[in-house]
């Protein structure tokens, strides 16, 4: 059965940092590419970062230079760690792993960015 299962969300201050996991299983993780999204309140999901298998990582503009994605290959984990974050960085976040036409989703967990 394949599971992607998000931790690590909470509250966290304006100029804080966060790092969310996502632990994998069910698939053979090495042969897809993994990403973070994350949906705000009334807004659609959009993509925060990408971890490509061949290795290259891309991340929106407004994450950039703040957010990192990793992965733990022996764990099947895939982390995103978030620093001085912002109060637009409130969002749920979602891992989601692809490979060609093949998704997978996680629930979500989620980050709220407040003083």
């Known amino acids: 059965q394949v599971q992607l299962v998000e931790s690590g969300g909470g509250l966290e201050q304006p100029g804080g940092s966060l790092r969310l996991s996502c632990a994998a299983s069910?698939?053979?993780?090495?042969?897809?590419?993994m990403e973070w999204y994350r949906q705000a309140p009334g807004k659609e999901r959009e993509l925060v970062g990408s971890l490509s298998r061949f290795g290259p990582t891309n991340y929106r503009d407004s994450v950039m230079g703040r957010f990192t994605i990793s992965t733990d290959g022996a764990k099947k984990t895939v982390f995103l760690q978030m620093n001085s974050l912002k109060p637009e960085d409130t969002a749920i976040y979602f891992c989601?792993?692809?490979?060609?036409?093949?998704?997978?989703w996680g629930k979500g967990t989620l980050v709220s960015v407040s003083s």
């Open positions: 069910g698939f053979s993780f090495g042969d897809y590419d």
């Open positions: 989601h792993a692809q490979r060609g036409m093949i998704h997978y």
